[in-house]
């Protein structure tokens, strides 16, 4: 038999929650920091040092203003603003004032301000120009939410408390105001603004997050989803129930990306348009997930829109502390695909241009094949090369920048891929059962450095993989590998463990032969 073409291995990426031997090639049913490039197949980057905290971070916010550009971090005590060359210490009031224990900042960009609020005192605030953040303005002294966004000309709150008072089914909003400022009133019972409120049913438990979609905010609770409508006066909003049969594990894991929102649920990971919601998780990576994820509080999602992909970050059992997300299952909307990498324990993720004292993007210089950065974490335009993801990296007190280099931080960044019952039925018109003798393979990698291929066989779907062969590969100057085996199932293993090599995977050409059908 001649040489086998095999097409689009990985596409379809991770199929981890499927027995390897009801798997084609377009699956893998294990691999890790591996992701999609250009619709391949391949090593994940990796994340260098941006800035050292003076405090272990727990958030970072991006600031995107014309010609100022920045980071704002939130430490347990303190808020910090990185604006490309120093950091600032932009706590209300002094340095030396201290918020109360912020473990897990919310944030938001309203107009050209920043929000930031820790969910037990006044939501905080700041303009490009200031130098300090203070307390939102005519803020009522014993109000606080542990969720305030803007939608349209309103700040919402899903679910607050007022006093010793608690109201954890209700939706609150401000009086609507000029998107260059903030709001300057929340008096609900005022005749002579829009600021209100409206209870939601309590039967979907208490709220925990609210996420804007198209022209709606989507309001979700513990067990249900609700949508909130603009109508204007004099009721303001339209509340409905869009979903009653699950809700948000975690605030903050969802997230929005192309006229749609993904949520993970108590249960699934699940895709809406504010109507109709899908599974995108289930029989394929959604047993893995739930049963890896080892603390709630831990889960967040960040959407990445120059690489298509939503990051679901969470801890596992090896997370230093179980707060901070050291994983992320990784979903890539344009292949509709999973694949799994490992983070530095943050607390939070962001997406920011170019963080340059200097402002804007004009000083991105060079052309894209100039550029050092492999398959980067955006298109080939100098506008979206300045785009990045940032992370706060609670346990080493640092922000990282994501998606760049090959290493976590100079250290080694290991990835494979592994498939262990390749049966090749699907491609050779043959059924399982006849011994196959594999020559030769042709990989088709791209990329730069030696990896390791290694080549193992088995007999049934229950035995164990006899690992044959394991050839170092250099992707630039090798071009087949040599193996003779025999066997009704194939196993095929592609790894890396160095700071600098990075490859992707798109076909095999394998040299095979039919020995016996027994």
Known sequence: MPFVPIRGVGSQGLVTDQDAYNLELTQFPAGNNVSFHDGRLGKAL?????IAVAAAPTHVQSWLYAGNNTLVVGTLNKIYRFDGSSVSNVTKTSDATNYANSTRWQSAQIGVAVLMNNGSQAPQYMYPSGTRFADLPAWPSTLISACVKPYKSFLIMAGYELGSSKYPYTVRWSDAYDPASVPSDYDISSTT??????????????????LTLNNSQIIYAERGVFAMDF??????????????DDGLMNRGACASFVNSHLVVGHH??????????NSIADKKVRKTFYNDVADTRSVFCQTVNSRSEVWICYADADAADRQNANRALVYNWTQNAFTFIDLPDVRSLTVSAAIDPSGGWDDVSGSWADSSNYWSNSSQTNEANALSVFAAGYVDSKVFKMNESHSANGAVLSSFLETTKIDLDSVTGRPTNTIKQINGILPQIEGVGVIEISIGISQSPQ???????????????????????????????IASANTEDYWRITGLDIDMSEVSAR
């Not at 990796?46 to 941006?50: A, L």
């Not at 109508?231 to 009653?244: D, K, L, Q």
């Not at 699934?268 to 919601?277: A, E, L, R, S, W």
């Open 46 to 50: 990796g994340y260098v040092e941006e």
């Open 193 to 210: 603004n829009l600021a209100g409120e409206n209870i939601l049913s309590g039967n979907n438990g208490e709220l925990i997050d609210q």
């Open 231 to 244: 109508v204007g006066a004099p009721f303001v909003f339209n509340f409905r129930e869009i979903f009653a």
């Open 268 to 277: 699934d990971i699940y895709v809406h348009d504010g109507q109709q919601k």
């Open 463 to 493: 035995d164990a993989i006899d690992w044959q062969t394991t050839v170092s590969y250099n992707v630039e100057t090798d071009h087949k590998i040599d193996v003779r085996s025999s066997g009704r199932y194939f196993a095929l293993r």
